[in-house]
């Protein structure tokens, strides 16, 4: 039906948001606050296509990318000056940045009144298949790079960034490309929603909360640092997402749709709590509690 392909749809969208995000924080060590900057920015470059320019909105999908990628390019410039937690606050500024610059510059993106489209489709399956292409595409992108050169680069600024300098390494030249990548990836899940949802606003995709902590959560639950695991957090989040926002498909009180933000809370502190890897990273550990198996060896008694 419909509304199971819709369901779909937005975890696929997901899943190339959360492994955008997991090369840049998983695979490079450089923690994001700001992907919503190339999600908005994706989908605005779609939706201007169509109210400015009177080009189709799926334009967006060629451009929306690029886009996405030379913003990602300045902010690398700017931020990749900063480390550790102060790189994660500037993201959220600039983040705010623009959210703020979206919602006042009326002239160019509408203001809150946001930017409407006509669906191309009237069928869903179009964009399911578009959705499913892109998640492959972007798992499949990430699992050849980090099998090259850049891949064994980005691990050695993550495990040790002055390390990797003195063997050689640029870390200001390998972070900006993992974050070229990222914010690539995400521009291209930012156009689909556009085209896809036909009507965005500042408040929707540049929401620090909706879009990049939803990103992190992703890819925390799945498995950060895994190539299988922000699709696994994906579809765990979009699910559990939909399942409290129907109220358990209509059985539980209409209060509880509110309850989706704690829930996603205490799943996050359980998983930090007891599966720091998350779960795909720790699934042998998740087994060995199913099954009942200790597959840990005996101390040495000395014998």
């Known amino acids: 039906s419909d509304y199971y392909r819709h369901i779909f749809i937005i975890a696929l969208m997901w899943v190339v948001i959360g492994s955008a995000w997991n090369l840049l924080a998983g ?105 499913l292409f892109l998640a492959g595409a972007s798992i499949y992108a990430i699992h050849r790079i980090m099998q090259s050169k850049w891949g064994y680069y980005f691990v050695a600024i993550r495990e040790d960034q002055d390390a990797a300098e003195a063997m050689g390494i640029s870390a200001f030249r390998y972070k900006s490309l993992s974050l070229m990548v990222s914010s690539f990836f995400t521009g291209l899940a930012g156009a689909l929603y556009m085209n896809y949802m036909a009507f965005i606003d500042p408040h929707v995709v540049f929401s620090l909360h909706d879009v990049s902590i939803m990103a992190i959560l992703v890819a925390i639950i799945g498995g950060v640092g895994t190539l299988w695991g922000p699709p696994t957090g994906a579809f765990i989040m979009v699910l559990l997402q939909e399942t409290f926002r129907s109220a358990f498909f209509g059985l539980l009180p209409p209060w509880v749709s509110e309850s989706h933000v704690l829930v996603f809370g205490l799943l996050v502190i359980f998983v930090i709590r007891y599966m720091a890897n998350g779960i795909v990273g720790d699934w042998p550990k998740i087994q060995r509690l199913w099954t009942g198996k200790n597959t840990m060896l005996p101390a040495n008694d000395g014998n």
Do not use: N
């Open 27 to 131: 695979y490079t060590g450089q923690v994001s606050f700001g992907h919503a900057i190339f999600f908005g920015t994706g989908a605005y470059t779609a939706g201007l296509c169509a109210s400015k320019l009177g080009i189709s909105a799926w334009w967006g999908m060629l451009l929306g990318g690029p886009v996405a990628l030379l913003v990602g390019l300045v902010i690398g410039w700017i931020c990749f000056r900063l480390r550790g937690p102060y790189f994660a606050l500037a993201t959220i500024a600039i983040g705010e940045i623009f959210r703020l610059v979206a919602t006042d510059w009326r002239s160019l993106t509408e203001g809150m009144e946001g930017i409407l489209i006509i669906q191309t489709f009237r069928s869903k399956i179009p964009y399911y298949y578009l959705a």
